[in-house]
Nanobody, 130 residues
Framework: QVQLVESGGGLVQAGGSLRLSCAAS????????MGWFRQAPGKEREFVAA????????YYAASVKDRFTISRNNPKNTVYLQMNSLKPEDTAVYYC???????????????????????WGQGTQVTVSS
């Protein structure tokens, strides 16, 4: 089992920045990828960003590309999401996710599909005021 704990959420004005962290513990040796998803009130959970745990290749949703950056610290088993130029529409609960299944494909679908992630954090609230 892998446990994930997010931190770093909060309230920020539009145009501001936040940095989310997600620390993994437990059977972390088998992690192949980690990602961030978000869910706004009344909406479905959506993909934000993902990172290959070994090679570091990254994937982003079109809505956050060039504003958000995902990164990892392997020795600390931690993944980060640096969020810049935040907009009110970024308001959501942000969830960290991890998986152990390895996918050689770089096709976006394999990284953005929430069903391909095995472990989830409790979520951290991000609120962007206008």
């Amino acid at each position: 089992q892998v446990q994930l704990v997010e931190s770093g959420g909060g309230l920020v004005q539009a145009g501001g920045s936040l940095r989310l962290s997600c620390a993994a513990s437990g059977r972390t040796v088998g992690i192949s990828a980690m990602g961030w998803f978000r869910q706004a009130p009344g909406k479905e959970r959506e993909f934000v960003a993902a990172i290959n745990w070994s090679g570091g290749r990254t994937y982003y949703a079109a809505s956050v590309k060039d504003r958000f950056t995902i990164s990892r610290n392997n020795p600390k088993n931690t993944v980060y999401l640096q969020m810049n130029s935040l907009k009110p529409e970024d308001t959501a609960v942000y969830y960290c996710a991890a998986r152990t299944q390895y996918y050689s494909s770089t096709a976006y679908y394999y990284w953005a599909d929430s069903g391909r992630y095995d472990y989830w954090g409790q979520g951290t609230q991000v609120t962007v005021s206008s």
